[in-house]
């Protein structure tokens, strides 16, 4: 467990960035407290004469100035993430503190911070009473201004998150990620069989939650790993971003020569299954789908009346969409050379992801045809890249419902043109005739 929570911290190099940030600016506090000659004047001009006790008051100074500088800035950064909770989904706190640039100014503000604090610690130890060149005020000086004018250009980079484009954007990066980056690139090096099925007895062993919250994650190396070195079965019976209680059942475990499991085997098996109070899109591709669908949601509600915000969000889930398409659908099966299933891990398939993202705005789209030509779009692109025949039924479906929210309606020229592309849809279907657009699209497969 705690090999896994320190690869989680390394995962994340802002936090390296900003302990690194804050040792070199102890080192250079220390170094610079340390000199009293003019070390380079041709440069920043002659430095400041003072004794020590000047020199720790001015350092103070321009801590406090820094502290102040920094307060302000994070304030006005507050009405950003206020912004994007009220009107878009309070789903989305969580990605901007992550993504917001004033970020990228911290450590700098962090190094600026240490080397003040360990100049005024070290100019306190050193026994000297003259008035001499301090060019550690100089070095503190020159710091507090560069991280200041990063602090100008984050900070107006911040508001362009204000954007509804750039909101939709991180989102979707963010599910890219988690299905590229991460489950991808670790199921690529597994045995994987979508129709090996995994039979457990009925005196099978309970496989319990260790606390409670949302599944986050499964690290099915670790742990068809573990289940293969202790002669065991695995069946994880629920899926990544469900909550479960402590002490829940989370899957069942046999043994390959039947009996009872062992209390250490079930510890060892629980803990390659990653609990978190909070859920994450970086390995919960449902969890992004789902911000997605919400912006569409409150932007088609009668407080916002915003139909092409919600059509931008579903522009978004038909691009993350396609990216689904590459997943392998279905259960996670894990096999043994012979063919076997070792470990079992409950999976959605892209129909399910299809129901996540347009239920909810189908639902509030009150027949809009701006938003029900996206949702075609939508189906057109599940339908040509969908691998599974009840996937495609599921786009097909799609359409159906599409078409049953106009029909027998008064306003037949309001809707001539989602008429129009619903035809082109079911003819690329039925494989009657498509567009060079459509051929590109049935063509695209993910790697």
Request: hydrophobic share 50%.
């Amino acid at each position: 467990m705690f090999i896994r929570r320190l690869r989680k911290v390394l995962r994340e190099p802002y936090w390296l960035l900003l302990g690194g940030s804050v040792v070199v600016g102890g080192m250079l506090g220390i170094a610079l407290a340390r000199v009293q000659t003019d070390s380079a004047p041709a440069l920043f001009g002659h430095a400041w004469r003072g004794d020590v006790d000047d020199t720790r008051s001015a350092l103070g100074a321009l801590l406090g100035l820094q502290i102040t500088v920094l307060t302000i800035a994070l304030s006005l950064n507050a009405p950003v993430i206020q912004s994007a909770a009220n009107q878009y989904s309070p789903r989305l706190v969580p990605i901007y503190l992550r993504s917001a640039p004033l970020r990228r100014a911290v450590p700098f503000f962090a190094l600026s911070t240490s080397f003040i604090l360990t100049a005024v610690r070290e100019l306190g130890v050193i026994e000297d009473t003259g008035v001499r060149p301090r060019p550690v005020l100089s070095g503190a000086i020159v710091l507090l201004l560069v991280a200041l004018c990063l602090l100008i250009v984050f900070l107006a980079r911040t508001f362009r998150f204000l954007r509804v484009e750039r909101v939709l954007g991180l989102v979707q990066h963010l599910i890219v990620s988690a299905t590229e980056r991460r489950i991808q690139a670790r199921l690529k090096h597994l045995p994987l069989d979508p129709a090996a099925t995994l039979r457990l007895p009925a005196d099978a062993t309970s496989l319990l939650a260790a606390a409670s919250g949302y599944l986050a994650e499964v690290d099915l190396q670790d742990l068809t790993r573990l289940a293969r070195k202790w002669g065991v079965r695995v069946r994880v019976c629920i899926a990544v971003g469900e909550y479960i209680d402590q002490e829940e059942v989370a899957g069942w475990v046999v043994a390959d020569a039947g009996g009872p499991v062992g209390a250490h085997v079930l510890h060892g098996l629980a803990s390659t299954l990653s609990i978190t109070p909070a859920r994450e899109p970086d390995c919960d591709p449902s969890f992004g789908l789902r911000i997605l669908a919400d912006v569409a949601n409150r932007a088609l509600s009668s407080s916002s009346n915003d139909a092409y915000t919600a059509r931008q969000a579903l522009q978004q889930i038909r691009s993350v969409m396609r990216r689904l398409a590459g997943l392998p659908q279905g259960d996670w099966n894990v096999v043994d050379p012979d063919g076997s299933a070792r470990v079992s891990l409950v999976a959605l398939r892209l129909r399910d992801y299809l129901f996540l993202a347009v239920d909810g705005p189908l639902h509030y789209a009150g027949g809009d045809p701006e938003v029900l030509e996206e949702v075609l779009q939508i189906a057109l692109t599940v339908g040509l890249v969908a691998r599974d025949a009840q996937d495609r039924a599921a786009a097909h479906a799609l359409l159906a419902r599409v078409l049953a929210e106009v029909q027998g309606s008064p306003e037949r020229d309001r809707f001539h043109r989602l008429l129009t592309q619903a035809e082109r849809v079911r003819a690329s279907f039925q494989g009657e005739r498509r567009t060079r657009v459509e051929r590109g699209r049935a063509d695209w497969l993910p790697d």
